[in-house]
């Protein structure tokens, strides 16, 4: 019953069982039927004992064989390790009709979570299911050996059934495996007969991890050891009825003494093996306490396992997704993702697919609502005729439209509204239906800024004819698509001219073999997934080793937002060395981010370079990486070290994590001294100035030197040199103004707004923001021309005085817009909400509004157009306000 949905082409992984790739989608994990059984030993079972059940033709591609561990041929290929903790081992096993582990859902009382004696009980029931699945794996690895002893005692005999080689070949390593798994077993025993909260196991499964090395070793026979049983089987009768019918024993309480399971589908046991005791690590570290003597033992375990998974899908990967063509060439899978593609002087969202001897741009077409899905191919190219174009040749390219920021910001604001109302409605009584609408418009937007957002052209060339580029919005992406293509085109490849059927059934065959199904935005994921990170991720970048020579380096930092990864910062330069030590410090926003990267460069100078594409990096990637963002690891108060290997390169680095809930929050004004934190009037007052030092002397600076900088106060400064110049403004060091002429301009403008943010009050003050919310709302332009004025006239002087200088500022650098990229809406985008956000105390009267990040997504958007109205007005004086008691505009 559940065959076709499970065997069928797009298969989703579920939550409670595994979500596990090539043969391992045809094992199931939970009670199945008859008919599914015998899928099952099918998909195991080599291609002389079945037929393909496919064919070429040109409506389409239709094929099982596939994904139960087939090549589209219907050729045996190495399945793939799923190493992803995506999915979690159900907590206790039983046995399944074919010998194998299934697992019921434990009680739902103990679903919920709860304090460190639920979570004893939780790691007990893991333990207990993990155990009883062990057992099973015991008796399948025995009875595999049962033949084995006989077969190799008549090896040696006048009759043999196999030789001695045969025998070695195809039981090779089950003996040592089982051994290893029946001391675990009796040692892991005794400890749960007699569960209490001081027994340990983690030192056995730490011993366990460490003698994956025999898994390896049989992973690597395993083809071999396949062939030659199927050969055995064709050449000798009696072999055939032993391999296709072993007893397995079934586990002590069952009723059912045995099960007959095929000597193919147990031989693959110990792959499956691996990967679930991998997943049982995940659930095991999860409900046990940090300081448990277990915790870095299976921390370790865990570590150790994933490594190894890594090993052998890096062997295998590129043969788990295979199609032969008619003319019997071999072509598979190696990468597929979604990409933006130029065509026409237009974006496109491609589905770009490469294989072993060539790159496929697809988009998917248009069916009808029950039809099948299927691809349309746009262009292939042989990898054999693809260069990658180089700059002196990007004249003939087309050329890229790129929006103006604004619109982009604009979007995302949306899109976290959207967010929350779908989480109020979600709580309403009968707010579903109005949730599907909600979501298929977030879709709608998030689909848009996928498409809107790349920026970083990939440009490739068939050195033949034809050139195509698409825009990427991660240089650590576009690495990983020409790295993929580079290291296949090492190979002897051979150009290659399909037919219209060829390319047809090719076509066809992506459906099945795309690794990639959705486009990465978040109305595609299911709500149990975690959202990401919200708010503000501080990393500081230390150092970096394993350099073979001296160059000029740099790192940049990548997150991950709305289904796509930016550049969000970048170090200095460390010039002339192979152990840079930066130590810098950036805040990086985070919006929904799950991941850090960081790519590390070395800077190359070359004149021909310049004066080109502002997105273009010219610059040599000399290693990258990423790290999970876990949230139990960085929402601590205290910084977390870690490092990040690449290419035998060590960077090492620090981050801590605010939440957006915490750094929207204005703190009360306890101090009195500094300017930092401190009430405008007062700092005022104190220095008998109108305008604070601090706000003129960043003015004037950046006035000097940086108007003319791309992105200026867009681009975070080093968090260090800000947190240098807070401390000097703070102290009133009498060297202030040397510092700020030897300082990064971006450090300058940072500490600008960083001292407007860190008011106790917003400049344009608590009390009066219900009111610039309510004026900027309003429709008749006299009225809100009036109501703006009005407002401003209403502020207390020092604010005044502070807000119009900068007002008239702000406008300078805006007319520099052809040079530094900010136009008013960015710069509106920038400074709104750090001048308007209210104190957490003002923000919520008359707001029935749960949290700060609520508060942020509805009310963003008001504050920068607040701010953008009186930067699109017309000069503003000081007197000139004052003089009016009623502002009356005669261009209305």
Request: charge should be neutral; hydrophobic fraction near 35%; proline fraction near 5%.
């Amino acid at each position: 019953m559940r065959a076709a949905s499970e065997r069928g082409g797009d298969r989703k992984g579920r939550r409670g069982h595994y979500e596990l790739r090539g043969l391992m989608d045809a094992l199931p994990h939970r009670p199945v039927s008859p008919g599914r059984i015998q899928a099952v030993l099918e998909a195991v079972r080599p291609r002389s004992h079945q037929p393909a059940d496919f064919n070429y033709n040109t409506d389409g591609y239709e094929g099982d064989g596939a994904e139960d561990g087939k090549s589209q041929d219907g050729s045996e290929t190495l399945p793939f390790i799923d190493e992803s903790p995506t999915m979690s081992p159900q907590l206790c096993a039983t046995q399944g009709p074919d010998g194998e582990a299934v697992s019921p859902t434990p009680p739902e009382g103990l679903l919920a979570g709860g304090g460190i004696e639920k979570g004893l009980e939780m790691k007990k029931l893991v333990l207990s299911g993990f155990l009883a699945s062990e057992e099973i794996y015991i008796n399948q690895l025995e009875a595999l050996l049962l033949p084995m002893r006989p077969l190799k005692a008549t090896a040696t005999t006048s009759q043999p059934v196999l030789t001695i080689q045969q025998v070695e070949t195809i039981f090779y390593k089950i003996q040592d495996i089982f051994e290893i798994h029946k001391e675990f077993y009796d040692a892991l025993l005794p400890n749960i007969q007699h569960w209490d909260e001081k027994v340990t196991v983690g030192h056995l499964f730490q011993k366990l991890a460490s003698q994956l090395g025999v898994y390896k070793a049989f992973v690597d026979n395993y083809k071999v050891a396949l062939e030659t049983a199927e050969k055995c089987s064709q050449a000798h009768v009696q072999f055939q009825k032993i391999s296709e019918n072993l007893k397995v024993k079934g586990p002590k309480d069952s009723k059912d003494c045995t099960t007959s399971v095929s000597m193919e589908a147990l031989l693959y046991k110990p792959i499956d093996r691996v990967t679930r005791s991998t997943l049982v690590l995940h659930d095991l570290l999860k409900h046990t306490p940090k300081d448990h003597p277990d915790f870095p033992l299976l921390q370790d375990a865990l570590r150790i396992s994933q490594n190894f998974l890594s090993s052998i899908n890096e062997e295998i990967d590129p043969r788990r997704t295979a199609v032969t063509t008619p003319k019997g060439e071999a072509r598979q899978l190696v990468k597929d993702g979604f990409l933006v593609e130029v065509s026409e002087s237009s974006r496109k969202l491609r589905h770009v697919f490469l294989f072993t001897d060539l790159l496929l741009c697809a988009k998917m077409k248009k069916t009808a609502v029950g039809r099948h899905q299927q691809y349309e191919c746009k262009w292939y190219l042989p990898l054999a005729d693809l260069t990658f174009q180089t700059l002196d040749d990007s004249e003939s390219c087309p050329s890229i439209q790129v929006l103006p920021e604004h619109e982009i910001e604009e979007m995302k604001i949306k899109i976290s509204v959207l967010k929350s109302e779908i989480q109020k409605e979600k709580k309403a009584p009968k707010g579903q239906s109005r949730v599907e609408r909600l979501r298929k418009k977030m879709n709608e937007q998030e689909s848009w800024l996928l498409l809107h957002s790349p920026t970083i052209p990939f440009r490739i060339h068939n050195r033949h004819g034809k050139s195509y580029q698409f825009l990427i919005s991660s240089d650590y992406e576009r690495s990983e698509w020409r790295e993929s293509i580079q290291k296949l085109q090492k190979k002897d490849l051979q150009a290659c001219v399909l037919s219209s059927v060829e390319l047809q059934v090719l076509t066809s065959s992506c459906f099945k073999l795309r690794t990639v199904h959705n486009i990465p935005v978040t109305s595609n994921k299911d709500d149990e997934e975690t959202p990401g990170l919200y708010g503000f991720l501080h990393v500081i970048v230390h150092s970096a080793k394993g350099f073979k020579d001296s160059a000029n380096l740099y790192c940049t930092l990548e997150v991950d937002s709305y289904g796509y990864f930016v550049s969000k910062a970048k170090t200095r330069v460390f010039r002339d060395t192979s152990e840079p030590q930066w130590n810098e410090e950036f805040e990086i926003e985070l919006e929904g981010s799950q991941y850090l990267r960081i790519l590390c460069y070395e800077n190359c100078y070359d004149k021909s370079m310049l004066n080109k594409d502002d997105n273009e990096i010219v610059d040599k990637i000399m290693g990258k990486g990423q790290v999970q963002l876990d949230p139990q690891t960085v929402q601590s108060k205290n910084w977390h070290m870690d490092v990040i290997e690449m290419n035998g390169i060590k960077v090492e680095f620090s981050m801590k994590f605010t939440s957006r809930d915490l750094s929207l929050k204005r703190t009360p004004s306890k101090k009195q001294s500094g300017v930092f934190g401190v009430k405008i009037n007062v700092v005022t007052k104190r220095e008998r100035s109108k305008v604070p030092y601090i706000v003129r002397q960043c003015i004037e600076e950046v006035e000097k030197r940086g108007i003319d900088e791309v992105g200026i106060y867009r681009i975070s400064g080093v968090a260090t040199d800000i947190q240098a110049l807070k401390a000097a403004f703070d102290t009133n060091t009498k060297d202030i103004l040397v510092m700020l002429s030897d300082m990064d301009i971006n450090a300058i403008a940072g500490t600008l707004k960083l001292y407007f943010r860190e008011l106790p009050e917003p400049l344009l003050t608590d009390r009066l923001y219900p009111a610039f919310m309510e004026g900027i709302a309003l429709s008749d332009p006299a009225a809100k021309e009036n109501c703006m004025m009005h407002l401003l006239r209403s502020l207390p002087d020092p604010n005044l005085m502070t807000f119009l200088p900068l007002l008239d500022h702000l406008k300078r650098v805006a007319e520099k817009e052809p040079i530094n990229k900010m136009s008013l809406h960015n710069l509106a985008t920038v400074f709104g909400p750090t001048l308007l956000r209210p104190s957490e105390s003002e923000s919520a009267k008359g707001l029935h509004i749960t949290s700060a990040s609520d508060i942020w997504s509805h009310d963003v958007m008001a504050q920068v157009q607040v701010l953008l109205y009186y930067l699109q007005h017309p000069p503003i004086s000081f007197a000139e306000l004052k003089r009016n008691t009623l502002y009356f505009s005669t261009d209305v």
